[in-house]
Every structure is written in structure tokens, then in C-alpha cells.
């Protein structure tokens, strides 16, 4: 009987010791639309001097003034589309896209976070462009502007 | 080789395992059942006691073929976690079935070491509301369930039942979890499948510890004493 004592008590330790994981919680717990300005020519990323970008249905201002290559824009979880206007140089530009949501809880100490997927460019004024994710990731660009 | 095709290997190889099993040491000798034996699982019990946010609960019922054990598991897990940001609920039920095949059958004790087979099934909901930070959108409070949930996967257990009274044992079993597959989760993406652990984990360990009484119904023929009393 003495080897089944040691097997009860050996697994009894290993059984409450071996479950233990720590969880990453680095990700903030949305992701951006980010649009990044290239070139004419397809070639290289640009310099734009922006002079504001709002939400069309809310009027909030998302950049004031900024000189940027890219920028990150907080899509709207309330709902499945969300118009953006960009004024550069006195010229206005309106695009919107629409996406999918889900959730995915993390961990108790990250808690959950809000994807978004299958991007689409409803419409938009620019005269050219690509997507070329779908997916909201972290730092990955999503769509090109050709300026 | 793929997901899939390594699941429905492995599926069909258990399952094959178990039938063999059942039906060989049942075919060899006369199948005279005499022994039930009703275990709680005792952690669990303490732990809703203890947490808040963990409700859960388990039995087990066994019933002896020959000196091996058919063994059938039922439980619930009503799971709250939250803090200032989320409430995140997870609740259903569970069941497993399958077979403890006795390591030492001519134990005259009749304490068991086991290697066993199962197969577990869960039935459950989750619901998840969180404030988001989207401030150009007021940090909006969100909401979103599943109500109707699936899950199936398969364990391989080992473990000990040692008797310490009468009609009174306890034991363990240790689980090694694996090939879960979820449906209807579409809105929300389960976190936790009850009975199995964390949804998202291809493979999960498991440990549970029960208190048994046995239910003797017909009397049990002696064992002969052979020397090996492992």
C-alpha cells in the first residue's frame, strides 16, 4: 500500500500546483484605423500638414493642427459605421468605413478587449487609394491615402 | 497534420479505447455489479464558500464493472468575474462519462489506482458588460451575451481512491484535457467551457478531489490475496 501512498500524495502536490498562468495585458483594449499619406507615386510615405479631422455624426475633433505621416483613428463601438472628414490645405475629404465587432475576454487582470474586422471603405472623396487590411491591429497601417 | 485531423484521430482513438475496454473486462467475466459509490468533490464546494465570484459544484456516481469503474460526473459552474471597468459571467452545467480501469485489481482493500477514459459535455451562457476607452465616443458602456452555448472535448484521468472508513473513501483524479470544440459563441468568445477550464486552451489539466460513500447493493465475492497488495 505504501506505493499508493506516495502516488496520492505526489499528485495531490502536482495536481495543486501546476496551473498558473500570467496573463499579457500590454494591449491596450482597442485598436485604431490607421491611415497612412503616400506619395503620387506610390513609393514613400509623406509629410502632410493636417488642419483638422473630425467624426461626421458627433463633430469630435480627432487631430488639430498636427504634421503627421500617419495617424490613428478611434473607430465608433456604438456602431457598424463611422464617417471621418479630413480638411488639409483648405481642402476637405470625407471617407467611411464600416467594420465588424467582437469581443474577446482577456483576463481577469487585462479584462476584455474590442476587435474589429472585415473593414470596408464605404465611400470616400480622395482621389486615390488602397486598402490594405481588414483588421484593426496595433501599429499595422490600414489604409493608404495617395496625396 | 492539421487541427482537425489530429482531433478526429485522437477522438477515434479514444473512443475505440473505451469501447474495447468496456466491453472486454465486462465479456471476460460475468458482469455482477454490486458497488455505487456517490462522491462530492470537495474543493469546489469549499471554493463557493470561500469566492464570491466562483459558484460551482460537482458529484460523481461509479458503479463497479468487475473491479474497474464505470464513472458518470455532473456539475455546475456559475462563474462572476469584474472589477470597476467589466462584469464578465460565465454559467452551465456539465456532465462526463466514461470508465476507470483498475491498475490493481486484486487489491484486497479494494483502494484503486486507475487509469480511465471520459468524455464531457457542457451546456452554458456567458455575458460580458464593459466600459471601453473610446473617448471620442464617451468611453461607451457595452453589452453582449451568448445564451445558448455547446461544448464538448475529452479527458484521460489517473487517480487514487483509498478507503478510510466504512462505506467511506477518498481519492483523487487528475485530468488531462483536450480536443474542445465550442458552438454558438459568436457574439462573445467564451472565456471559460464549464467542466473543462479555460475555452481557448487546446489542452487543460485538471485536479479533482472527492469524498465517496459506498452504496454496496449485492455482496462483493473475495478477492484472492495474491501477494500484490499495491
Known sequence: MRTAQICFVSLMVSGLTCCNNIPDCDDPNTAEFVVQFVDSLKTSPIVTIIDSLWVEENGVVLVDQDTVSQIGLTVNPLDSVTTFILKVQDEMDTFSIKYKQNQLFRSELCGPILRFSDVEILEHTFRDDTLLTDELLLDVVNYQVFR | MNFYLMSSTIRFFVSSLL???????????????????????????????????????????????????LAFEYGFEDINRRDSLYTFKTNGSYWRGGIDLALNPKNPRGDVIFFGLRHGRATFKNSLDARFQSEPYGNPQLSWSNKNMRGRWWEITFGLKVNVAKNLMLGYTTRFKLTPTITGGDTLAPYDLPGYGRARKSTNFGFSFYAYYKLRFRKEREKPDDGNTL
Open chain 2, 19 to 69: 469501447l474495447t475496454a468496456t466491453f472486454g473486462v465486462a465479456a471476460q467475466k460475468k458482469f455482477v455489479p454490486h458497488t455505487l459509490m456517490v462522491g462530492v468533490e470537495v474543493p469546489s464546494i469549499a471554493r463557493s464558500f470561500l469566492f464570491s465570484k466562483r459558484n460551482v459544484g460537482e458529484l460523481q456516481a461509479a458503479i463497479n464493472v468487475l473491479s474497474h469503474h
